[in-house]
């Protein structure tokens, strides 16, 4: 069978024994020596054997289950056969009812794409279109749910892993692991595909799945709606791919590859079936070239992340391609992420170093702040889309944790954890333990009412949806600027071990 599997002995989903959960040592999962995410084309996500039992992994695992009720205001996951390295949201909501049980729910879609392992799993590859249903918000929604539907408790507003709230919709089957997926912002039936060999393909997913699937279905890969040519297919595939989020450039995609160079295509009026080549051809970092992103209000801006241990700005309008607007070594090692917040000017980079570095566009010479909780590599970074939060950074990593950062409250007195000579950064609001593997990919909600939800993948194959509790990021010193009142409670503080933040404090933070 293809795609998540409900019987998958590593789904942490059981009684919390230690025993019965096959964890990921994350001091053994790095599966190349350069790029820590990229999968090989031949033997998919990790050279490293996929399950370990680790009993630290395993009791700091079931300490978090516990705490689950107090730390979330939702929580969902589902277990895959195969890991997914990447993760994004479909921003379209809608209504539906169960034809079974009668309840109602809202119902949005993940797009994920799957890294099989060995040579005998390759071809089970594919990305996968999943549904992800919600409670209705309005009281008696939540009563007929909890009448109907053990599983969910209105009174923690919690799911719980069951099949029918993370299901699959789809698979488009592909020859080679994905490295990264994501849906189109302006036209969210369109999803672009990096696999492990470079190349870079787009599927209209719901032409594809119109007739429906089910997992009986024959496993064939079906030829691709557009493909974006370019990037060396001798060279393994980097992981960073992105859509131009601005109504005007609408149908640019970026991409990155391992022989230093950045593609831009525009897909606008490509006739399906065709190969299209690329509008700019991009250089400006020594070696490979980690990530890419276009900023979400300048729409010919581009930020690079390397293994050069620099990121790179470029302006697409002008016409020099061969040297960034601006490059600058920003970290003690490789830079894995870039990420610009819903501002002007201010953006973050992620490194193996352990750090995140917050920059400002207009001073580049000095950072702003270093982010420190992180205890290995920062892989992925993603800004909250509301710009009512706009200082919200979620970040993820190797040491299997996803850290929800406040830059607004940088400047806040920082607190003193259990042990005295632990000091939590006042700017960290948020640890999300939920995971035994290496944390791949995380991304924030887009979809009205829903943007302080996040997803999140991992290398232990699972997929996690969830909403930190309200009081958990603004205590009552601290208030959502939404919420007129705020559900009384104690906050839970982040787990200890984070160093002292940095002395160096910017002047101003807001963005």
Partial sequence: ??????????????????????????????????????????????????????????????????????????????????????????????????????????????????????????????IIIMNVRFPMSDGEGLRKMDEKNPEFRPSLGLFTSSPNIMSVHGILAQSFPITNVRAMPQKTELV??????????????????????SFDDPVEERPAMLELAGHDTSLTSAHGLAWNPTSGNAGMIASCGKDGRILVWDIS???????????????????????????????????????????????????????????????????NAISFAMSETIFATGSDDGTIGLWDMRNLGKKLHSLKH??????????????????????????????????AKINDKPEKTLSDSVITPPELIFVHGGNSGRVTDVTWNPAPGRKLMLASAAEDSIIQVWTPARYQIWPLDHRDPSLKELSQGTTVEPVSGSEATDTEKPASLSV
């Fill in 1 to 126: 069978m293809r795609g998540p599997s409900r019987t998958d002995t590593g789904t942490p989903d059981g009684d919390g024994d230690g025993e019965e959960l096959s964890r990921q040592d994350e001091s053994t999962a790095h599966p190349t020596e350069f790029s820590s995410r990229a999968p090989s084309p031949t033997t998919g996500v990790t050279l490293a054997p996929r399950h370990t039992n680790d009993k630290r992994i395993n009791e700091e695992y079931k300490i978090w289950k516990k705490n689950i009720p107090y730390l979330y205001d939702l929580f969902l996951m589902t277990a895959m056969q195969f890991p997914s390295y990447t993760v994004d949201w479909i921003s379209d909501v809608e209504e539906i009812v169960d034809e079974l049980t009668g309840m109602e729910y809202h119902q949005q879609k993940l797009i994920l794409g799957t890294t099989a392992r060995s040579e005998d799993e390759i071809a089970l590859n594919g």
């Fill in 192 to 213: 672009c595909a990096k696999l492990a060999d470079s190349s870079v393909v787009i599927y209209d997913w719901k032409s594809e799945l119109r007739n429906g699937w």
């Fill in 374 to 407: 992180h205890t290995s590599d920062v892989f992925t970074l993603d800004w909250c889309h509301d710009l009512e939060r706009g200082t919200l950074l979620a970040s993820g990593g190797a040491d299997r944790r996803v850290c929800l950062w406040d830059v």
């Fill in 269 to 335: 009026g490509a006739r399906r079936r065709t190969d299209v080549k690329p509008l700019y051809t991009i250089t400006g970092h020594e070696t490979e070239v980690q990530d890419v992103a276009w900023h979400p209000l300048h729409s010919s801006l581009i930020g690079s992340a390397g293994l050069d241990k620099a990121f790179c700005l470029f302006d697409i309008r002008s016409r020099c391609t061969t040297k960034p607007s601006h490059r600058v070594e920003a970290h003690d090692a490789i830079v």
